[in-house]
């Protein structure tokens, strides 16, 4: 995990937009209850759940987030999307702001996950914060790179 880490800060700048790198050795999911399945139809399973994070390193903090997910009758095919309000602080700087996620993965193709900012959604002194979140899993291990910028009121 530490090489995901220096990567990250190995491409990281501070520009006039304040476009910054953030990363994480330590994410932490406090709670993974089992999905609550509400469709069994043929073809597809679907299955709503909650997940409580922790996060460590330049983001401090924790989450909360709601998931739905559908897993289809071919072995390794799914996808989700979910939602994540992450509370804490990021280098310092203590607020709150919505993740968007949604992922799809298949053995006949390329995984995909994209994780966002909602637009607006940050408070405190990270109002105006946009970004995209990487997350890798390794070893059964997640962690995160964090590609950010704070608007003027940060």
Do not use: N
């Not at 914060?129 to 990487?134: E, G, N």
Request: hydrophobic fraction near 35%; include cysteine.
């Amino acid at each position: 995990m530490a090489e995901a880490c220096a990567f990250a800060y190995r491409g990281a700048r501070r520009d006039a937009e304040r476009h910054e790198h953030a990363c994480d050795r330590h994410l932490r999911r406090q709670s993974d209850p089992a999905p609550d399945t509400y469709d069994t139809a043929d073809g597809a399973t679907l299955g709503r759940t909650t997940i409580t994070k922790r996060f460590k390193g330049d983001l401090e903090g924790t989450s909360a987030v709601e998931m739905l997910g559908a897993m289809s009758d071919v072995q390794g095919s799914a996808g989700y999307v979910a939602m994540d309000r992450v509370t804490g602080a990021l280098r310092g700087r203590s607020g709150s702001f919505v993740l968007q996620h949604s992922g799809i993965t298949s053995l006949r193709g390329v995984p995909t996950l994209t994780v966002s900012v909602v637009p607006d959604s940050g408070t405190g002194a990270l109002k105006g914060i946009a970004s995209t979140m990487t997350i890798r899993i390794a070893d059964g291990k997640h962690s995160y790179v964090f590609d950010y910028t704070l608007g003027d009121g940060a």
